[in-house]
Each structure stands twice: as C-alpha cells, then as structure tokens.
C-alpha cells in the first residue's frame, strides 16, 4: 500500500474501493477511491479518513511515510460516511486523544454519529496551524451536506475540497494528467448530475464566492474525496462545474422508458429516430438495460425528458415509477416533459407519468399519448406529432 507523493511534504493516503457497484442509490461501475491526504509538518496532520474496512490501508500508507501515531490531528472535511467511517478505529491507533477539527456542524454530525467513540472533537475557526503554515478553513454547506468544508493550504497552493470537484473511480492513477478528459470527464458529470444538482443554487454561490475572494485564483492543486487529484489543471473542473450549475438546457431529448410486451418500446424507438430526423440529439434509455442513475446523466444536460410507460395493475411499470422517484428529489431546472405508453384496457400510466411530470415543474407541450394493445406503423401519427411540438420547445427552450 505505497503513498502518493502530492508535493514536497503532502502525499495521498486514500484508499481504493475496486468493488463498490453502488453508492447512495446510483451505479458505481468502475468503483471508487476514499481520498485522505497526509502534511508532513511540525504537526503532522490527516485530512479526512476512509470508509469503514479500508482503515489498514490508510495505515499502510501512512506507514510508508511516519509513524501513524505521530500524527497530531486531523481534519474531518465532510462528516459523511464515507470518508468519517473509519475515523474511530483510525485514532485507536494514532491515539483517541487527539484532535479532530470540523465545521460546526461537523462537529454535531460527527458526535452524533460516533457518540461512544469518546472522539475529541474541535470546532475550526478561520485557520489552523500544522506548524510553518496554517490550513485555511471555508464553509461550503451543501456541498453536498450542511456540514461541509474546504481546507486551503496557501503556501503550495493546495484545495482540500471534499466532495466538490470529484467522481467516482477506482484507479492506479491518480492525477487529472494521467487521464484524458474523454475517459474521465462522464464519470465527473455523472457524479455531478446524481449527487449535486439538488444543491446547483448553493453551488453557485460558493462557487462566486471562491472566485470574489481570490481562493480560486490562489489554487494549483485541487484535492477531492474521490477520483482524480486536479493538477495539470485544476481550473478545467471548476469551468465544468460553473457551467454544470447553470442547468442551462442543450438541443437534446432523452427518452426513457420501460416496455412489457415491446408495445411501448415500439412507441420509444419511433419517437427517438422522429426527433433525431428534426435535428434534435435524442438518446434511447431503456430502463431494462440502463440504470436509472446513468438516465438521469444523460438527463442533465438535456432540454427534454420523455417518459414511456405501459400500464400494470392500473399503474406506470415499477422502473419507470422507480426512475421518476429517483428524478423528483434531484429537482432539475429548465425541463421539458412528455409522457407516452400502451394498454391493454386501462391505460392510466401515462397520464400518471404527466402528472408527477407537473409536480416536478416541467413545462407539459403536449398531451400524453397512448395506444390500446399494439401500434402499427400507420397509427404513429401522433408519436411523430409529438416529436415535432418537442422539437419547436426545444428550439424555444435552447434559444
């Protein structure tokens, strides 16, 4: 379990999760890492922990550097389990006594979480020394929790930013330049899309609010929690995210949608080439073959979101009502919607698809479309009439 060397005196301890498929409802398919960051200074301090049951290899690693119970305190940036889990059985070995610095509210998620642990948690002010040089301390609440903060090394320039400028990957490699941008960045809008857009408003702010104050400007390295450490150029992911918080719609419909005898899917695969024909970018989501949470990234950015049902027991088809759950709490901006299905002899699906589709805020063009048992290639009219009304709010919604 080497360390990596960052720069002179700062080295990434993390952990690498190879198997984790999962994570907060979302598909993990090329696993994840736990970034944690060692300062070798007159107090040697370690910026955030691993997940439970990676402790050894955080120890490991910082084995390789110094004595694991030199280090005088550490840094808990997002109390998240994820990245705190395994901060009790870490300071069993590096001493219970010491010090673990949070935000506030750090604090409280903290001891909430670990109330017989017996930690010693401190609540940061503006800055803390590691010895030659102070850590630097910036609220960044619901990024993507209220507890949440970053830490700023000004002397090399360093961000320790949590979960902000992160994604999900288990790797060998460690830097951005080491990675192309074609391999790493659906990975980055991935994350974004299934964890942060719920928090694009307060994003933004901080985001203002990092380049008002020089903070960013200051920065030649970014460190997140996960993924890529940012040092060929770290200003490339922060451009990602202040366009990402924007919600700004593209020329571009996704169709997502679940079929239980073909019917539906019929109904999808007409509507995609309809509106591909019209010069929209249109992307097929099949809920039998794409996870909801890689739907929804091709949702982002997309201007439309059209959803196919048949109906069952009186009801939309359970992935597609699992898919609309999942959509309503990330609460995207600036959508345009339309739902589409077949039946047998009720046919209520897609008129529930329209209505959770209003509650959501998406601006409804049309009336839903529906189709008794099997639809011919004659009865498509009204699919291709759809597709030309979503086209013209596209075009509208686009500018």
């Known amino acids: 379990m080497e360390p990596i060397k960052i720069v002179d005196n ?8 190879y198997d984790i498929r999962d994570f907060h409802g979302y598909l993990t398919p090329k696993g994840s890492s736990y970034n944690a960051y060692l300062i070798i200074d007159d107090k040697i301090t370690l910026i955030d922990t691993v997940k439970h049951g990676f402790e050894e290899e955080l120890l490991s690693r910082v084995a390789k550097i110094v004595d694991p119970t030199k280090i005088d305190q550490v840094v808990s940036n997002h109390a998240e389990m994820d990245h705190s889990g395994g ?44 010895g030659q040089q102070d850590l630097h301390f910036v609220e960044t609440r619901m990024i993507h929790w209220p507890d949440s903060m970053f830490s700023f090394l000004p002397g ?145 950015e997309a201007a439309a979101i059209v959803v196919g049902s048949p109906t069952i027991n009186n009801q939309m088809y359970p992935s597609v009502a699992d898919f609309l759950q999942y959509a309503k709490g990330l609460k995207f901006q ?29 601006a409804l063009p049309s009336p839903e479309i529906r189709y008794r048992w099997v639809p011919l290639e004659k009865d498509l009219g009204p699919i291709r009439d759809l597709a030309k009304t979503l086209a013209e709010a596209i075009k509208k919604a686009v500018g």
């Open 156 to 300: 090399p320039g360093i961000l320790f930013s949590q979960d902000g400028f992160g994604f999900h990957l288990a790797s060998t490699q460690r830097f951005d330049d080491e990675l192309d941008e074609h391999f790493w960045g659906p990975l980055a809008i991935n994350y974004f899309a299934n964890i942060l857009t719920l928090y694009t408003a307060p994003i933004s702010k901080i985001l203002e609010k990092a380049v008002s104050s020089g903070l960013l400007g200051q920065t030649k390295i970014i460190c997140p929690d996960h993924g890529l450490i940012w040092r060929k150029d770290p200003g490339r992911i922060v451009a990602l995210y202040q366009e990402w918080v924007q919600q700004k719609p593209k020329n571009k419909a996704v169709i997502v949608f679940d079929t239980m005898w073909h019917s539906t899917e019929f109904m999808a695969r007409e509507l995609t080439d309809a509106l591909a024909s019209l010069g929209v970018e249109a992307k097929y989501q099949s809920l039998k073959n794409v996870h909801r949470s890689q739907a929804v990234t091709e949702c982002y």
């Open 334 to 362: 600036n959508k345009i919607g339309a739902s589409f299905g077949s039946y047998g002899w009720s046919g209520e699906a897609p008129k529930l698809i329209q209505a959770e589709l209003a509650t959501m805020g998406y």
């Open 10 to 17: 700062i080295y990434w301890v993390g952990a690498v999760d």
């Open 87 to 130: 901060l009790p059985e870490i300071l069993k070995t590096i001493g219970i006594e010491k010090p673990v610095y949070a935000s506030k509210l750090g604090v409280q998620a903290l001891g909430a979480q670990f109330q017989n642990a017996g930690l010693n948690l401190q609540a940061v002010g503006e800055k803390l020394s590691v």
